[in-house]
């Protein structure tokens, strides 16, 4: 089978090329150099493209994406444009003339980056007014926002003859299965049931998704791999269901997919997926590679953990259920057995009717956490306290729950006495290292801060932002 991806609508054969390069790469070989190289992380989006994909409906739209974090491998079958792909001929796209008209660049590095994300929103089907989302994952460091922020406000709806407009109302390309094992392999199975029999065959394989973490290795730290075995298309790991007991979300399903399906839903994910780095990344992210990573800052965990969040894991031994309060082992250890896959993660319902999520970070969007807390609580009809989940990230080696502090609140009332009793106790219930984001002072003040600020907003202001799932 002939690999191949789509560019600018014109195909491109991969035959004999490494799919083990960040797609970036593979585009600025071909003289596409409008599509900038400036952190190779996620963080700046001066590399950003478009994909064509198909949503949760069905229907085409334009996602973008961080070409830095995104295997060539993961390219094949794709459709996809840069930013020398969206001017019909002699005249600039409107997202470029807005630029234009409001000054929006100066030195113009972060500019294809910032065209490409605006491209996507001026292209949404539901966009009504300015999305400063739209942006969050592009930086500039000479223009200024105002007069890009200004450019996104100007823009109008596309006109009906708008040919990217029109190719939305076609089908999104439909990705095949990838198995290339000549040199680098390479593998993008269909079934989880190819996907566990070739990490059994082939234990030195790499498990990836979105790559927003695996990828950094790769462009900061050179690390090389034997091959990967790509998750994004296995369908098992696609499934978003809700039922009476559990909301359950497959390990592949991207986080602004999620965050599309739960608004208004869950609050605890209405804070913490604003908060998950930017558009761009939660494009491509996803909970399974957030939990596989085993980072004791990542930022799903603190959440998952207050929310008693259990997950669905199978090897071609078996299949088996653990709580995400039992995952973590140790410092980027998990329980996880050789060639074993995050298949869902579980949230039990009805939901706590109070929940929150907090993040300490140098910068309030897209930055790592100094600490994250994550927060729930049951209240009883005299207003006492049921149960109560208190879960941290950032102030151990796994993340973790309070447990002591947990078992004191019980039965107690939610009242100023029991917000002193608690934050008396955080401040000795963990023992936080100190690094360049925090000292361990400083996170230990943190801990009983933000659970005083929990209780402050639940006893002060409604106690959620939306109805929970019931």
């Not at 994909?53 to 961080?66: E, F, L, Q, T």
């Amino acid at each position: 089978m002939t690999l191949s991806l789509t560019v600018n609508g014109k195909p491109i054969e991969l035959d004999g090329a490494d799919l083990h390069q960040p797609l970036l790469h593979f585009l600025r070989a071909r003289g596409l150099t409008g599509t900038k190289e400036g952190c190779a992380e996620g963080e700046c989006g001066a590399c950003a493209v478009v994909l064509l994909r198909k949503d949760a409906a069905g229907d085409a739209r334009y996602v973008p994406i961080n070409s830095c974090l995104l295997l060539l491998g993961s390219a094949v079958g794709q459709e996809l444009l840069t930013v020398e792909g969206v001017a019909r001929e002699d005249r600039l796209h409107p997202v470029q003339a807005a630029l234009v008209e409001s000054g929006g660049s100066q030195c113009g590095y972060c500019t294809p980056g910032f065209v490409m994300s605006m491209f996507a929103e001026y292209y949404r089907a539901d966009r009504d007014g300015y999305d400063p989302e739209a942006i969050s994952g592009n930086l500039c460091r000479c223009t200024g926002y105002r007069p890009i922020r200004d450019a996104a406000r100007a823009l109008g709806k596309p006109a009906a003859d708008d040919p990217h407009l029109k190719r939305l109302t076609g089908p999104a390309p439909v990705t095949a299965p990838v198995s290339k094992a000549d040199g680098k392999a390479f593998y993008r199975p269909a079934r989880l049931e190819e996907a566990l029999k070739l990490l059994s065959e082939q234990p030195g394989l790499t498990l990836i998704s979105g790559g927003t973490d695996v990828v950094v290795d790769i462009n900061q730290r050179n690390v090389s791999h034997t091959g990967f075995v790509s998750l994004e298309n296995v369908q098992e790991l696609q499934a978003f269901t809700l039922s009476a007991d559990e909301l359950c979300i497959g390990a592949a399903v991207t986080l602004s997919e999620i965050e599309r399906r739960v608004h208004g839903k869950l609050p605890m994910f209405e804070q913490l997926l604003p908060l998950f780095s930017s558009r761009l990344i939660r494009n491509r992210a996803t909970l399974g590679g957030n939990l596989g990573t085993a980072s004791p800052i990542g930022d799903s965990p603190p959440a998952l953990l207050a929310l008693d969040a259990e997950l669905r894991l199978q090897s071609v031994a078996g299949k088996r259920s653990v709580k995400v309060a039992d995952y973590f082992l140790g410092y980027r250890k998990t329980v996880l057995q050789p060639g074993e896959i995050i298949v869902a993660i579980a949230i039990p319902l009805p939901a706590p009717p109070v929940q929150r999520f907090y993040k300490v970070s140098k910068r309030v969007l897209d930055d790592i956490s100094t600490v994250a807390a994550g927060f729930s609580l049951r209240l009883d009809g005299s207003g006492k306290i049921r149960a109560a989940r208190l879960a941290y990230g950032g102030v151990a080696a796994t993340p973790m729950r309070a447990l002591d502090v947990e078992a004191m609140l019980a039965g107690k009332a939610w009242d100023s006495a029991a917000r002193d009793a608690a934050c008396k106790e955080l401040k000795s219930a963990f023992t936080p290292m100190t690094d360049h984001r925090g000292s361990a002072d400083y996170r230990r003040a943190m801990v009983s801060q933000l659970f005083a600020r929990f209780f402050h907003e639940t006893t002060t202001a409604p106690a959620q932002q939306a109805a929970p799932l019931a």
